[in-house]
Structures are given as structure tokens and as C-alpha cells.
């Protein structure tokens, strides 16, 4: 097995063509272990952030036994691979055939609904089963997200009393969940949406045995850097603890980006410089489909043997395909010096970066190593800060 001290020993030896995939299985096992230990309740891991079989294999070691998918696909992929885990079908509009055979081939017994449409679905195609974990998705703002989930899924407050009621009759496990929107960069989200979780079960009078409380849980980025994840522990278990609910209830939760993105990197070389903008060779149909459609900032930095004494200018990428929508408007900050032939390292990609890639045009191979060094920013150290990376890079 190849080795190199960094990514720089990493690009100076093998001068890669393709953009190569750093991953860091620690940085990823460390967020696991952090929810696991310390989120009060239980944490399932959204699949759709990243749906890599090594990564789902790694989060199973770290502790985390409950996935939450929102496809067959993705129903078939843990269950192939950790046939021990609890899998949840958390997308609440769901094809008959999805659900008939997650339930009777897979084990899935945790479904999500937002409509009465959707509740005489799973009833009817699971076969009035008794054994269903049934949890209702309620509307709720995404005013302090970075990316809005609130418009596609969610009952409406007018319709959450009769689902609520309903539901209750043909479930064994009654649950409310939300989603606040991603990169939620306040607690105060979740203290909001805790808040209409009560009402909403006051005003149905149900015995409630779960309480979700979704996504959204965020990482650090450039002009993006959120309070301790400890703070949003501590409001979520205090309104949690103040809900009129089950004595047994259970808290869930389900991070995706907060247990990956920390997972992987982008290296990429510079094609073209044309003033403040560079060619790349990844972009929009690539790993950086965030960055060009929704305008997501990555950390980068210049990887050279020879450390830039140069100020830092604000450059926007474009990637290697055809088409002009393959643009990251950024700004990314790097020196004013950056010339054809240089290397860069994307950060923070690990959470859908990989899952949404392509092969458009022709530009979707990528090679992949472990890297033992640290992310470029973290959520979970002892201290929080950028850190060094300078340790080793495995083959």
C-alpha cells in the first residue's frame, strides 16, 4: 500500500488527471461516536448524504443501528449490507410496491406519512399489520436553515388533528417528526419546531411514542459556522422532556450531512485561468452540484510545494463539461498567484458531494484514497478550529 505524508506528497507523486476523492474514515467514525454518546436519544443516519457502502459499514462499527432511507434502492442497500439494522422508511409519499416489499421482504416496520392518502396506503398494502411504527410528518419553518425542506412534505396544521388521530388507530407505535431544513445554524429551530409538536399533540390528544426531530443538524463552512452541536442537544432534550408525551417515549433524530460531510475531500487541477475564474476538472455534475445550484461555499486551499506569498482573491469555478450551468459562482479564496497545472483541495464533500455524481459528458471517474489526516474544518474536536493536515494519505 502506497503512502504519502499529505495530499500535496499525494499530488506531487502521482499528478492525477481525474480529481481524486479524499476520504477520512476517522473524521466520520468521530461524528458517529459523538452522536451516539451524546445526542439524548436515538440517531439515525440519513442514507441519502451518503449512501457509500464503506461509510454505512464504518457508522455500523461506531454504534450508529438505525438508517433512514428514502427509497427501495436505498431500503435494499442497507439491508444487504447490515442485515442487523433497523431500517426506517422516512419519504412520506412512497409506491405501493416500495412499501410492500420493504415490509414483507426487508423488515421495515417504521414508516413516515403526511397525508390520510398515504396512512390507507401502508395499512392497505402491508395488510392492516399490527406492528407499524407510524410517524406523522408535520410542517414546520426552515427561516433558520441554510437550504428550506419546508415546502414539499409536511401535513398542513389544519389536517395534522384528524392524520394524528388516525394514525394512532392503526399504529403500534405512534410518532410526529420534522424536518427543520438543512444546516440549521440556530438551536432555536428546533425549540420552534418542538413547539408545534405540542400543540399539535395537545390539540389531537394522542399518546404519542415518538418524537423525531429530523435533520438539519449542521457543519462548519466558509461564512457558515454554527454553535457547538451541543446546544442543540440541549434544547431538543429540554423540550423533549417538556412535551406531554409517553412515559417510554422515544427521542430520534436523523443526521446525514453532521455524520459525513467531515468524510471526504475533493483534490482537483486547475485546466484554465481566465482573471478571476478557474477551470476545473470536477463541478456541477460532479461532486460540487451543491456549489453550482444552491451556491454552497466550500473550504479550499492551494496544494504546492511551494507555499503562495500572494494575497488572497475571490475566484469562481467552472467545471470540465460543455455546459455553462457547470459554474460555482463561490467566490473561494486563493492565491492571487493560482496558475494551470496547481492543485486544489475541496473540502467538507462528504456529505452529497459523492452521492451526486455523474457521468455527463464523459467526466465521472475519480479516484479515491483514505487520508489519515483532519478535515478541513471540524465540528468535533476538542477545540473548535481549522485544523493542520499534514499526517499521512494510504492508498
Known amino acids: 500500500m502506497h ?38 436519544g436515538r440517531s439515525l443516519y440519513a442514507v441519502k448524504a451518503n449512501p457509500s457502502p464503506d461509510l454505512l459499514q464504518l457508522l455500523w462499527e461506531s454504534g450508529v443501528t438505525h438508517y433512514d432511507v428514502a427509497s427501495i434502492a436505498e431500503v435494499r442497500l442497507v439491508a444487504a449490507m447490515l442485515p442487523e439494522a433497523t431500517i426506517c422508511f422516512m419519504h412520506p409519499v412512497k409506491a405501493e410496491e416500495a412499501i410492500e416489499e420493504a415490509y414483507f421482504t426487508h423488515g421495515v416496520r417504521t414508516f413516515s406519512l403526511d397525508t390520510i392518502e398515504e396512512l390507507e396506503k401502508i395499512v392497505r398494502v402491508t395488510r392492516g399489520a399490527a406492528d407499524l411504527n407510524l410517524c406523522v410528518r408535520i410542517r414546520v419553518s426552515s427561516d433558520h436553515s441554510k437550504l428550506s425542506l419546508a415546502s414539499k412534505f409536511g401535513a398542513d396544521p389544519a389536517e395534522v388533528k384528524e392524520l394524528l388521530f388516525a394514525a394512532r388507530q392503526a399504529a403500534d407505535a405512534l410518532g410526529i417528526c420534522f424536518h427543520v431544513g438543512s444546516q440549521a445554524m440556530t438551536p432555536a429551530a428546533y425549540a420552534e419546531a418542538m413547539a408545534r409538536v405540542r400543540a399539535a399533540i395537545v390539540e389531537a390528544s394522542v399518546t404519542v411514542d415518538i418524537v423525531d426531530v429530523g435533520g438539519g443538524f449542521p457543519s462548519s463552512y466558509p461564512g457558515m459556522e454554527p454553535p457547538p452541536l451541543e446546544a442543540y442537544f440541549e434544547v431538543i432534550h429540554n423540550a423533549f422532556e417538556s412535551l406531554p408525551i409517553s412515559y417510554s417515549a422515544e427521542l430520534w433524530c436523523e443526521p446525514g450531512r453532521a455524520l459525513c460531510a467531515e468524510y471526504a475531500s475533493l483534490l482537483v487541477r486547475v485546466e484554465r485561468r481566465r482573471g478571476d475564474e478557474l477551470y476545473i476538472n470536477d463541478g456541477a455534475y460532479g461532486a460540487l452540484f451543491d456549489a453550482a445550484h444552491i451556491g454552497w461555499r466550500f473550504p479550499v486551499k492551494l496544494v504546492r510545494e511551494t507555499t503562495s506569498n500572494a494575497r488572497d482573491l475571490a475566484f469562481s469555478f467552472y467545471g470540465p463539461t460543455c455546459d455553462d450551468l457547470d459554474h460555482m459562482a463561490g467566490p473561494f479564496m486563493l492565491p492571487a498567484d493560482v496558475q494551470v497545472g496547481d492543485y486544489i483541495e475541496i473540502g467538507m464533500l462528504g456529505a452529497y458531494g459523492c452521492a451526486m455524481r455523474t457521468a455527463f459528458n464523459g467526466f465521472g471517474a475519480d479516484m479515491k484514497v483514505v487520508a489519515e489526516d483532519e478535515p478541513m474544518a471540524t465540528l468535533y474536536g476538542a477545540e473548535r478550529r481549522e485544523v493542520a493536515r499534514n499526517n499521512v494519505v494510504k492508498l
Do not use: C, D
Open 3 to 40: 503512502s504519502h505524508h499529505n495530499a500535496l506528497g499525494l499530488a506531487s507523486s502521482l499528478k492525477p488527471v481525474q480529481p481524486v476523492t479524499l476520504l477520512r474514515p476517522h473524521a466520520a467514525r468521530r461524528a458517529a461516536r459523538f452522536f451516539v454518546e451524546k445526542f439524548p
